[in-house]
């Protein structure tokens, strides 16, 4: 599953001077006024499957109510290319009138709303049902960056009980309108380094929690720490264990996410600085696949350096291949995103403009180097690698 995707986050952030911002990245690219163009490189490079789905905040307009006008014009040109959509349901932000993570109703609205989508457009199969729970409640919740904009564990916690839930219920309300949909989860895998040895228990303790999104996805089994841990902050018992109980792994792709900023290094009192990257995609990927034991999709990759990116994308693709020609079952490749983005450089904490050179191709829709390497690649692959889905079938009639 070759793929890429259009970078659609939309947070709120909070400015200096105390007002809210809705940082759109399909406004700051110009998605809006160029999804023909946007749609056409993806045909032009060779990829088949594209990660992209409607903005949330503007479609879900309040309970029962929808605005489908701007996603029946765009998916009806994906059918009519060809182009296979992972619909990406939920991505870092909710409708102003849900208000935020912390909303404990917000689960069940975005069900009913996952359900309309799946009964509108009977012919997608293939669902990112809420991209990067882990990162949306970390960013939101816990580092004051997005949002709801709190730094405390009780709110990380509340956040990411949201997130999973309505994940969760969102796939079983998919699966009520196409039994065969796959899901495909898109999660941002993260290591932890020990500085010292003194900082070898704060570091444990977060590579443990790294892991709380997918573990409630899948149901998991967490360590007493964690148990602990999201016992003291606000999570009941019935809760967790209604994660334990509801799960749909059997229906999943386990979607991974690596950037260069993925790793981190721990200082003894708890600091976190970047590290670069140290263990790369490979060894982390491998750490996820053995907790989970389930299929692998490699599903968002970029370089901010227009130079280096055909590099990183060699490194990355050669780590996928290592993974497969190594027993792990890697079902696809994607890098992220079609044209650059804007103000990923602070994170989308600020709305300064500011162009990254992270696509294939830049806002004016040509083809940076990478893009053209990436074709190539496409080209070369498509039909060298096992077409097996590893026991979950992935065809698409």
Same mark, same amino acid.
């Given at each position: 599953?070759?793929?890429?995707?259009?970078?659609?986050?939309?947070?709120?952030?909070?400015?200096?001077?105390?007002?809210?911002?809705?940082?759109?990245?399909?406004?700051?690219?110009?998605?809006?006024?160029?999804?023909?163009?946007?749609?056409?490189?993806?045909?032009?490079?060779?990829?088949?499957?594209?990660?992209?789905?409607?903005?949330?905040?503007?479609?879900?307009?309040?309970?029962?109510?929808?605005?489908?006008?701007?996603?029946? =014009?765009?998916?009806?040109?994906?059918?009519?290319?060809?182009?296979?959509?992972?619909?990406?349901?939920?991505?870092?932000?909710?409708?102003?009138?849900?208000?935020?993570?912390?909303?404990?109703?917000?689960?069940?609205?975005?069900?009913?709303?996952?359900?309309?989508?799946?009964?509108?457009?009977?012919?997608?199969?293939?669902?990112?049902?809420?991209?990067?729970?882990?990162?949306?409640?970390?960013?939101?919740?816990?580092?004051?960056?997005?949002? =709801?904009?709190?730094?405390?564990?009780?709110?990380?916690?509340?956040?990411?009980?949201?997130?999973?839930?309505?994940?969760?219920?969102?796939?079983?309300?998919?699966?009520? =309108?196409?039994?065969?949909?796959?899901?495909?989860?898109?999660?941002?895998?993260?290591?932890?380094?020990?500085?010292?040895?003194?900082?070898?228990?704060?570091?444990?303790?977060?590579?443990?929690?790294?892991?709380?999104?997918?573990?409630?996805?899948?149901?998991?089994?967490?360590?007493?720490?964690?148990?602990?841990?999201?016992?003291?902050?606000?999570?009941?018992?019935?809760?967790?264990?209604?994660?334990?109980?509801?799960?749909?792994?059997?229906?999943?792709?386990?979607?991974?996410?690596?950037?260069?900023?993925? =790793?981190?290094?721990?200082?003894?009192?708890?600091?976190?600085?970047?590290?670069?990257?140290?263990?790369?995609?490979?060894?982390?990927?491998?750490?996820?696949?053995?907790?989970?034991?389930?299929?692998?999709?490699?599903?968002?990759?970029?370089?901010?350096?227009?130079?280096?990116?055909?590099?990183?994308?060699?490194?990355?693709?050669?780590?996928?291949?290592?993974?497969?020609?190594?027993?792990?079952?890697?079902?696809?490749?994607?890098?992220?995103?079609?044209?650059?983005?804007?103000?990923?450089?602070?994170?989308?904490?600020?709305?300064?403009?500011?162009?990254?050179?992270?696509?294939?191709?830049?806002?004016?829709?040509?083809?940076?180097?990478?893009?053209?390497?990436?074709?190539?690649?496409?080209?070369?692959?498509?039909?060298?690698?096992?077409?097996?889905?590893?026991?979950?079938?992935?065809?698409?009639?």
């Amino acid at each position: 599953m070759f793929a890429t995707g259009i970078e659609g986050s939309y947070p709120v952030i909070h400015l200096p001077d105390g007002s809210r911002r809705r940082i759109d990245e399909f406004a700051k690219c110009g998605h809006y006024e160029r999804w023909r163009e946007d749609f056409a490189l993806v045909k032009e490079l060779g990829i088949d499957f594209l990660r992209y789905g409607p903005p949330l905040y503007r479609t879900h307009a309040g309970p029962a109510r929808y605005d489908w006008a701007f996603a029946d =014009e765009t998916f009806a040109e994906l059918q009519r290319l060809g182009i296979t959509p992972i619909v990406d349901l939920c991505h870092f932000g909710v409708p102003d009138w849900i208000g935020d993570f912390q909303n404990d109703d917000w689960p069940a609205y975005f069900a009913e709303y996952a359900r309309a989508f799946a009964k509108r457009f009977p012919w997608v199969r293939f669902y990112t049902p809420v991209n990067e729970i882990y990162i949306a409640a970390t960013f939101s919740a816990q580092y004051g960056w997005w949002n =709801e904009c709190r730094s405390d564990d009780r709110s990380f916690v509340t956040a990411l009980r949201n997130l999973c839930k309505a994940n969760m219920l969102a796939m079983h309300a998919i699966l009520a =309108e196409r039994d065969d949909a796959v899901f495909i989860q898109s999660e941002s895998s993260e290591y932890f380094h020990a500085e010292n040895p003194d900082a070898r228990t704060p570091a444990g303790l977060l590579n443990e929690k790294r892991f709380l999104a997918l573990d409630f996805t899948y149901g998991h089994s967490i360590d007493v720490t964690m148990y602990d841990y999201i016992l003291d902050n606000g999570m009941t018992r019935d809760q967790f264990h209604w994660f334990r109980n509801n799960h749909l792994v059997s229906r999943c792709i386990m979607g991974n996410d690596y950037y260069i900023t993925n =790793e981190h290094l721990v200082h003894a009192d708890g600091r976190i600085e970047p590290s670069g990257e140290i263990f790369g995609y490979y060894v982390i990927t491998h750490q996820y696949y053995e907790r989970y034991r389930i299929p692998v999709m490699h599903t968002e990759t970029n370089l901010p350096d227009a130079k280096l990116a055909t590099s990183w994308l060699h490194k990355q693709w050669a780590n996928v291949h290592r993974l497969n020609q190594d027993g792990v079952p890697v079902l696809g490749f994607t890098w992220y995103s079609v044209t650059d983005q804007v103000d990923w450089d602070t994170t989308l904490r600020e709305d300064a403009g500011r162009v990254n050179p992270l696509g294939l191709a830049d806002l004016d829709r040509k083809l940076r180097p990478v893009g053209t390497a990436y074709r190539e690649l496409i080209a070369q692959w498509r039909d060298v690698l096992p077409s097996e889905a590893h026991g979950l079938d992935l065809r698409l009639s």
